[in-house]
């Protein structure tokens, strides 16, 4: 498992894609901007050229050439999906905390970089990956409609996310008015966030990991 998880991070994944969580998070530097599209960026640019790649090089076929089982095939490369996640997501936090100290007293239309948004941002890629994995594991070959489903739900769940949080007094409150002050509040809801995002991401491994069962190489 884990030289097929070095294989994947070594071979499955142009170098550009190392830097990109570093120049999409410095998008957080920009003031009061729609910050959810920070973490949507990985959907729309790196999981395309991902899995376009793996197709282009007939990555399938060769990793059934090595020693190891389906089971191994699936959870590796959702663990460098998740890694990629992690690392926007942690740059983005970076950041965040900079454009925080950078401007004090922004007045912020959208959702601030603040603890609470970031645990929004994990569900919205708990919401991708379930789709997604789900989806792409049908055939473990195309991707261009898991893709596209995944990717206009996690952008579904960010524009509710924003109107909801502009339009509810009970969700504005809680995010941008006496809860954003409350650091107990920022943590529980990036706590559960970190929860859900993980829960759905093992619900996505084990009906991926059915279906590719029954794909034929």
Not at 23 to 44: E, K, N, Q, R, S
Not at 66 to 84: Q, T
Request: include cysteine; aromatic fraction near 18%; hydrophobic fraction near 55%.
């Amino acid at each position: 498992m884990n030289n097929l998880l070095i294989k994947e991070l070594r071979l499955g994944i142009h170098p550009v894609s190392y830097l990109l969580p570093v120049l999409f998070g410095a998008l957080m530097l920009i003031p009061a901007w729609l910050y959810f599209l920070v973490p949507l960026y990985f959907c729309f640019i790196t999981v395309p050229n991902m899995f376009g790649g793996y197709k282009s090089q007939n990555d399938l076929m060769f990793t059934k050439m090595l020693p190891v089982s389906r089971n191994e095939m699936v959870k590796a490369r959702i663990a460098v999906v998740i890694i990629l996640e992690l690392l926007h997501l942690g740059f983005a936090a970076i950041f965040g905390l900079i454009s925080t100290k950078l401007y004090p007293n922004l007045i912020y239309y959208f959702f601030a970089p603040s603890f609470s948004f970031f645990g929004l941002c994990f569900v919205m890629m708990g919401i991708f990956n379930l789709i997604f994995f789900t989806m792409y594991y049908k055939t473990a070959y195309k991707y261009g409609a898991a893709t596209f489903t995944s990717v206009a739900a996690a952008v579904l769940f960010a524009v509710a996310a924003e109107w909801l949080s502009i339009a509810n007094e009970e969700v504005f409150n809680l995010f941008k008015g006496s809860g954003a002050d409350s650091i107990a509040t920022q943590i529980t809801i990036l706590a559960a966030g970190i929860a859900i995002f993980a829960t759905f991401t093992v619900i996505a491994y084990n009906i991926a990991n059915k279906k590719f069962e029954k794909v034929e190489i």
